[in-house]
Structure formats: structure tokens, C-alpha cells
């Protein structure tokens, strides 16, 4: 006993030899292992700060003045004037509702979408490794492929879509010439391509559950649905948080499938504020007035943020 106790004091001497080696007396890193730190962390450093940084602090400051791209050095201090222009901007208030509509109808959607791919996958049956891998492969894809592949599927006149719709004796539809059916057909589109994300992240959050807790459900009598409530989606709480700010963040975001599908097109019935922002900032060349939004934008997109996990933690606590 003594021996033992004797070996573990010497061996807790040379680990603190150890620590105080690369620790001087002052309680600092050694030199070499400081300048190894930020050997690694400068390229992270510069790059944020070329790419984040720098762009919020110029967005900041073009938001007041009437900054045209094409005349860069006539720019001029005008206060106020782009903020108060928003709120008579009638485009701006249409791409707002737009992506709103697009992000309360699609962050529902997906995310069942993804639990319930979750739940089929994490059943043991043969060939769910296949099944995994397929639901999950429109997430690799690239966005623009996918709207490119969607918009020729979607062609009114010569679409696969239609053309099935007709095999079953029903009539051809519009689709992403409609106003009314264009952003639905959208946030179908999107809800399917970004499930299989979703649905590995949900798969990670069953595999955690504790099997024992369905084994005694089953002996209290409980039924599918009640195992379902009471237990998958109380254990899934923290990982529907994290999915509900992502995805609503990331729906917010909305740019490629308008874009590359419909343009904003229909009567601006899929203009969303992002592709709002290019119009302004690179087509139309005002730069003042792109920033201004941009700024309002990200505070929102911010506070929502906040908003929602505040929303979460609440109910955790109760």
C-alpha cells in the first residue's frame, strides 16, 4: 500500500515537471508554442475577417449614404434617407412576405420530412443502409443543379411532371408560372433537397435514446402514438432546437431556387429579400441602399435567433 502510494506521488511529480516545462513561472506559454497557436489560427483570422468582418463594417457604413457602384468616389452622407425609403419600398415588403411565407411553410415541412425519414431508417430492416444513402444524397447535391434538373421537370408544356399529370387523366399545371403556385412548388423543392441533412442529425438524436425506456412503455401498455410524445419527443428537445434555429436562419437565406428557377419571377411572387439585395446592389448598382437592408436584415435575422432559443429554454424550464 505504501509502495503504491509512493509510485503515484512520483509519477504526479514528473507529470507536473511536465506542465511546469511548458508553463514559465509567470503562468505563460512557452514562446514557440505561442507562435505555433497563431501560426494556425492566422489564416482562420484573416480569412474572417476579409469575409465577415470588413463586409459588415463597409455594409454599415455605405447604409448611410447613396453610394452608386459606378461612381464610387461621388458617394455622400444622407442619414436616414435609405431607412426611410424601406417602408415605402412596396417590392421590398412583397420579397419580405415572400420569404416569410417561404420559411414558416418549409421549416415545418423539412424538419417532420427529416424525422420522419429518421424514424424509418432507424428501424432494422434490410437494405436501410441503401435507404439512408438515398435520402440523404439530394443534400450533397448542388442547389443549382437540383433547381436546373426541378425547372425542366416543372415545364409546363413539355415537363415530366405534366406529362405524368396527364397519363393520369388529370390537366397540365403551371407551376413556376403561377404567382399562386410558384413559391409552393419552391418550398416543396427545397424541403426535399435539405431533409437528408436534417434526417442524420435526427438519427444521431434515436440512436441516443434509451431503449429501455420504450421496453417499459411497452409493459405500461402504451401505444405507438404515446411512445412518440411522451418519449422520442421530449429526448429530441435539444436537437430540434438546434435544427428549428438552423434551418430557420438557412430558410431566411432563400436565393438560389428563385433565382435560378423563376428569376423572382411571376409577378414577384417568389422575390425574396436576399435576391432583393442583389437586384439592388448589383444590377441596379445602388450599393447605399443594398447595405441599408443588408443591416436591417441581419439585426432581425439576429434577434429572431435569440428569440428562439429563448422560446426553448423556457419551455426546458417548465
Known amino acids: 500500500?505504501?509502495?503504491?502510494?509512493?509510485?503515484?506521488?512520483?509519477?504526479?511529480?514528473?507529470?507536473?515537471?511536465?506542465?511546469?516545462?511548458?508553463?514559465?513561472l509567470n503562468g505563460h506559454y512557452k514562446r514557440s508554442e505561442v507562435t505555433a497557436a497563431f501560426g494556425f489560427l492566422t489564416p482562420a483570422m484573416v480569412l474572417a475577417l476579409l469575409f465577415l468582418v470588413l463586409p459588415i463594417v463597409l455594409a454599415f457604413t455605405y447604409a448611410f449614404t447613396d453610394y452608386y457602384l459606378l461612381k464610387p468616389n461621388?458617394?455622400?452622407?444622407?442619414?436616414?434617407?435609405?431607412?426611410?425609403?424601406?417602408?415605402?419600398?412596396?417590392?421590398?415588403?412583397t420579397s419580405f412576405l415572400n420569404t416569410l411565407q417561404f420559411v414558416l411553410l418549409v421549416v415545418p415541412?423539412?424538419?417532420?420530412?427529416?424525422?420522419?425519414?429518421a424514424m424509418i431508417v432507424n428501424k432494422k430492416i434490410k437494405g436501410n443502409g441503401f435507404f439512408r444513402a438515398a435520402y440523404f444524397s439530394p443534400a450533397v447535391l448542388s442547389l443549382v443543379v437540383i433547381s436546373i434538373l426541378w425547372t425542366v421537370m416543372l415545364n409546363?408544356?413539355?415537363?415530366?411532371?405534366?406529362?405524368?399529370?396527364?397519363?393520369?387523366g388529370l390537366e397540365k399545371q403551371p407551376f413556376l408560372t403561377s404567382p399562386s403556385q410558384a413559391m409552393l412548388s419552391i418550398i416543396v423543392i427545397s424541403a426535399w433537397s435539405g431533409c437528408g441533412?436534417?434526417?442524420?442529425?435526427?438519427l444521431a438524436?434515436?440512436?441516443?435514446?434509451?431503449?429501455?425506456?420504450?421496453?417499459?412503455?411497452?409493459i405500461d401498455g402504451a401505444n405507438t402514438r404515446h411512445k412518440f410524445l411522451y418519449i422520442t419527443i421530449p429526448a429530441l428537445k435539444p436537437i430540434t432546437m438546434f435544427l428549428v434555429i438552423t434551418t430557420t436562419i438557412q430558410a431566411f437565406k432563400l436565393i438560389v431556387q428563385p433565382m435560378v428557377m423563376t428569376g423572382g419571377g411571376a409577378d414577384n411572387s417568389t422575390m425574396t429579400i436576399l435576391q432583393y439585395i442583389y437586384e439592388y446592389g448589383f444590377r441596379h448598382r445602388n450599393i447605399g441602399y443594398a447595405s441599408a437592408i443588408t443591416l436591417v436584415f441581419t439585426v432581425f435575422l439576429v434577434g429572431l435567433s435569440i428569440g428562439i432559443k429563448k422560446l426553448f429554454k423556457e419551455e426546458q424550464a417548465e
Not at 1 to 24: D, I
Not at 109 to 117: E, H, K, R, T, V
Open 1 to 24: 500500500m505504501v509502495s503504491n502510494l509512493n509510485y503515484n506521488r512520483s509519477v504526479g511529480k514528473l507529470n507536473l515537471k511536465r506542465f511546469v516545462k511548458v508553463r514559465n
Open 74 to 93: 461621388d458617394k455622400q452622407f444622407i442619414g436616414l434617407n435609405n431607412f426611410s425609403r424601406m417602408l415605402t419600398d412596396g417590392v421590398l415588403r
Open 109 to 117: 415541412l423539412q424538419l417532420s420530412m427529416a424525422l420522419g425519414l
Open 205 to 218: 438524436g434515436l440512436k441516443n435514446i434509451d431503449p429501455s425506456l420504450y421496453e417499459a412503455a411497452d
Open 156 to 168: 409546363p408544356t413539355s415537363g415530366l411532371i405534366n406529362q405524368i399529370l396527364m397519363n393520369l
Open 197 to 202: 441533412y436534417q434526417m442524420m442529425i435526427f
